[in-house]
């Protein structure tokens, strides 16, 4: 009688630590697949054509949460804006081979210092943002960028940009 009652009594907590150790395992699994899925990407109103059209269509999407675009969040309605050419402009001279180019990398670049993988990153281009191709490395690998709206610049991975002529306005396709 005694034997039994203490092979019960080791059963029952060999029973206990086997259901606390499977709550714990699925407890962890439930939370570990949850955080594993990555959100989606979120669309902007400046994202390219095709970015917007590999858009997941999601059922439960609020519109509110959809962005607009920018010429339907306008108060005056067909009001094309024109640059003056000063403004199109940058600000220092342009060397001689320098030209205007986009960023055609589709997660933007980082702007270094120097020529170089290790060089300090101060700052960065975002897709499509038009630049001016000042100078490129001696071994082609690098370029020197100013950025056109601004006097900031810096190195960039060469082919990483498109060239683009002085009056293209358009936006070019994401390749």
């Not at 630590?17 to 990407?41: D, Q």
């Not at 055609?104 to 300090?120: F, N, P, V, Y």
């Not at 281009?125 to 001016?132: A, H, L």
């Amino acid at each position: 009688m005694m034997v039994s009652n203490v092979l019960k009594y080791i059963l029952g907590i060999f029973l206990a630590i086997v259901v606390l150790i499977g709550g714990g395992v699925a407890t962890a699994l439930y939370f570990m697949n949850r955080t594993a899925v990555p959100p989606t990407k979120p669309i902007f109103a400046n994202d390219s054509p095709e970015i917007k059209a590999q858009a997941p269509k999601t059922p439960g999407a609020s519109p509110a949460l959809t962005p607009t675009p920018f010429e339907a969040r306008t108060t005056k309605p067909n009001v094309t804006p024109t640059l003056s050419p000063d403004t199109t402009e940058s600000k220092k001279p342009l060397p001689a081979g320098a030209y205007n180019a986009r960023v055609s990398w589709s997660q933007g670049l980082s702007l270094r210092a120097e020529a170089k993988q290790d060089a300090e990153k101060v700052g960065g281009v975002g897709f499509n943002q038009k630049i001016i191709v000042l100078e490129e490395s001696q071994d082609k690998v690098w370029q020197k960028i100013r950025l056109e709206d601004s006097d900031q610049e810096g190195w960039v991975k060469a082919g990483n940009t498109k060239k683009v002529d002085a009056q293209d306005n358009s936006q070019p396709t994401q390749q």
